[in-house]
């Protein structure tokens, strides 16, 4: 049933298959969309629609898990002295990866031709983001469409701008590598206490818990399996299936030295280790890497957060009484 006739009372007319088409900013194309945190938005001039809020904080309750704020320390984080603690406000991050399913609507929104998605740097390259037979969209694709039978499987061929450009689209951002390791690491235990942990289901490495190289098919699998590898509160593989780009610089340093490597070109940080990561010791929640931002390899893609304060409040229930 579509938002308006949930709102109105009129009986739902039947819902047609496929995605909204571009330029469509209509309310039910955005929830179809998965663009609930657009209408979530709390800068925009409708917040003020306790049902539409209701309807679009249950979409992102169903698909994002809240992290609550805390203090932050990492032992292997460049940008802050080592040992410092950092306070996280809270925010909320997608259950699972992006989808190649999600992704397709973003491709079929006209999204690589939405100018104000891309940072103006980038416009030369657009171009260049073309899958297998020149049309827009993630490297492995062709005629613009997924591989068959990978509509759940993580997007991956796609760059750290192409990640960024989609989680704009959705009215979400993507996570920094300090808001992906909280996330990975902050409760330990079904109850959500204890102290930080090496991976999000405890401090020993379990292969049967993530898509590694140690015990998975060699190749990425549907984004919502490996329960048991996933965190309390309900975050799927944020080990193993895919490397996921965040929103930090990618920076290496000698040991506890201070010195900083430099890199021969700029790279976007990258976590969480992959189908193919053969070395356990990086498919942890602190292990950090990076890739160019150009980069649109197999094995990488991403999941998107957005900050709890800049959501529209919850309806009061009180509202529908």
Not at 25 to 36: E, F, N, Q
Not at 98 to 112: I, P, S, W
Not at 183 to 189: F, H, L, T, V
């Amino acid at each position: 049933m579509g938002l308006r006739s949930m709102l109105s009372g009129a009986p739902a007319a039947p819902e047609k298959p496929g995605t909204a088409g571009p330029g469509d900013r209509s309310v039910d194309a955005m929830l179809a969309d998965k663009r609930y945190c657009v209408l979530l938005d709390k800068e925009r001039d409708d917040t003020g629609d306790e049902r539409l809020l209701a309807i679009a904080w249950l979409a992102l309750e169903e698909h994002m898990s809240m992290v609550p704020g805390g203090e932050f320390v990492s032992s292997a984080r460049p940008e802050t002295d080592v040992g410092a603690a950092a306070f996280l406000p809270s925010f909320y991050l997608d259950r699972c990866a992006v989808t190649n399913a999600d992704y397709a609507r973003f491709v079929a929104d006209g999204g690589y031709s939405q100018t104000d998605l891309w940072p103006r740097e980038v416009w030369p390259k657009l171009l260049q983001f073309v899958d297998a037979t020149g049309n827009p969209g993630p490297r492995f694709w062709a005629n613009g469409k997924p591989p068959r039978k990978s509509e759940r499987h993580p997007v991956v061929g796609i760059c750290w701008f192409e990640a960024n450009a989609y989680a704009r689209w959705a009215g979400k951002r993507l996570p920094t590598g300090a808001e992906w390791e909280q996330a990975s690491s902050w409760c330990s235990g079904k109850d959500g206490r204890g102290s930080r942990v090496k991976y999000p289901w405890g401090n020993s490495f379990d292969p049967a818990r993530a898509n590694t190289w140690s015990a998975g098919p060699g190749e990425t699998v549907p984004v919502d399996e490996y329960y048991e590898g996933s965190t309390p509160n309900g975050i799927f593989q944020l080990i193993g299936n895919v490397w996921e780009w965040v929103a930090s610089a990618y920076e290496c340093q000698m040991g506890d030295s201070g010195y900083r490597i430099m890199m021969e070109q700029p790279m976007a940080e990258i976590r969480g280790g992959a189908f193919d990561t053969y070395f356990e010791s990086q498919a942890t929640c602190a292990f950090r890497t990076g890739q160019p931002f150009l980069y649109r390899g197999r094995n990488v893609g991403f999941r998107c957060c957005v900050s709890a304060d800049a959501l529209a409040s919850p309806p009061n229930p009180a509202a529908f009484l």
